[in-house]
């Protein structure tokens, strides 16, 4: 890329005028946060130790011979300047824009792609329904991040491997399972028009609601899952029938948002997978079995508690079917990095399930890491499945395209309905992803549907809006008047050269997205890149401008639009041509 290239050819410029520094030395070139001060910038405290001077002085020693060089050069650096440590460099401005843009504009979609995790995979853990009912607010948030960070992952190199899974068992299955066969009377999702995870959920909460009224109910939905646990038929039926409604709803909603995985594991499979491998660490003293037959391990020493690994009827327990997870994943996949994308409210149950897999010998747990993120809020308090207090993903996502329709009604009443719901759609989504996935994982979220489909502001629809105007201006171009070579040398205007900072720092951008697990880090560039577009679209002529400076302008501008599509991609966002 052209931005390691300049910074490999300031390096040797550097090391011709260092000749004692050790070959392993690393320079730190960075951009000055000032674009008149420089398009180039080492801080040269680090020289200090190599070249037993102040850094002022090294900087200023080293600013006299570059400037030498340069002019006897005349290549592609114009200057150097030192401002007390820091020395900082002048690209000449066509070279600059030219190699920038001209590497843009020739990958195309494949620009900022790179090869840093190549020949490493990355295993990527995300959504985890419940087939007791459908999937809500907090669930986008888990599935746009795990989505959006396995793309991340694959565009610097890494084999990133999507993972969802299903608990589909439990006490919680078995309420919605008791609740229909009491009062289902035979409906089912077709009969009812209801969509099958929609439908399985009415049973949760109307299960919650009677049992007020009945505690007794709790001791009925207990014997199923002893039932369940003991292979009786008539439950495994039904369980089996509500699964598949259920299933069924969850694999709509992810065709809706865009979100697929590469492998499904079902808790029914998996629960019992820890067994053996907890029984192994029994006999091995590792942990050790109470007076009334559970198994437990002790985890005071580390700031935790004793943790149950097996009822003292050897039956699972949820860590034991994590534990056995783990290990499945590690022998199928085995990844140089597991990565669980969990709420923050799981924070101590990972933490204790780390422990106990380094404490039973895992070497890999230490690639092992839980991502957690904030919880979602509506602005009335936080959301309650049992209560049926919850913003479904579905209900959610027809209320942001019915948002974004009255929207494109107002901007262009003359589209077509099947324009309108296409556009609508595509605008929905990318509003209901880059409002989750601006924050940082950490942050806590309160989601407000009218802020995040608005048109304005740091919004997805503003990207969408933004890419749309440039492909509006290219669209108005008349290629007849494009010279065949550009005379990149035309862009003299600050907020040009801000733009053509903001472009040649989108692969680092991507890097540090990757490293910090922090998708953010993409959007707000996005954010930045196009208000910036903006500033310059309102400051400067574009097509009225004369013929050279138009040229490069439609470049750059084109470099702009390139970008943004390849940044929203990653973050699962569609781009459209006229909004």
Known sequence: MIILEIKKQIENYLRKFLPDLPGDFVFEINQPPQTDKGDFSINCFKLIKNCKKSASQIASELNLQLNDAITEENGFLIKSENIGPYLNFFINKGFFFSSVLGEILDKKNNFGQQEIGKGKSILIEYSAPNTNKPQHLGHLRNNFLGWSLATIFSTVGYKAIKVNLVNDRGIHICKSMLAYRKWGNGKTPETEKVKGDHFVGQYYVLFEKKVKENPELLDEAQKDLEGWENGNSEILFLWQLMNKWANDGFKKTYEKIGVSFDRWYYESDIYNSGRDIILKALKKGLCYKREDGAVEIDLTHDGLDKKVLLRPNTTSVYITQDIGLAKLKQDEFNPDKSIYVVASEQDYHFRVLFRILEIFGFDWVKNCRHLSYGMVFLPEGRMKSREGIVVDADDIIE?????????????????????????????????????????????????????????????????????????????????????????????????????LNILLIYPNVIIEAAENYNPANLAHYLLKLSQKFNEFYHKHQILKAKAEIRNARLCLAQAVAQIIKNGLKLLGIDVLEEM
Do not use: C, W
């Not at 009255?406 to 589209?415: A, G, M, Y």
């Not at 719901?421 to 996935?437: E, H, P, Q």
């Open 399 to 499: 209320e942001m395209i019915q948002l974004a329709k009255s929207e494109i009604i107002h901007r262009s009443p003359n589209l077509s309905p099947i324009e309108v719901s296409s556009r609508a759609k595509v605008i929905a989504i990318g509003a209901l992803r880059f409002f989750f996935l601006k924050f940082t994982p950490q942050q806590e979220i309160y989601f407000n549907p009218k802020d995040s489909i608005s048109f304005e502001g740091d919004s997805g629809p503003y990207l969408q809006y933004t890419y749309a105007r440039i492909q509006s201006i290219l669209k108005k171009d008349k290629p007849k008047k494009r010279k065949s070579k550009i005379n990149y040398n035309a862009l003299t205007e600050l907020e040009e050269k801000e733009l």
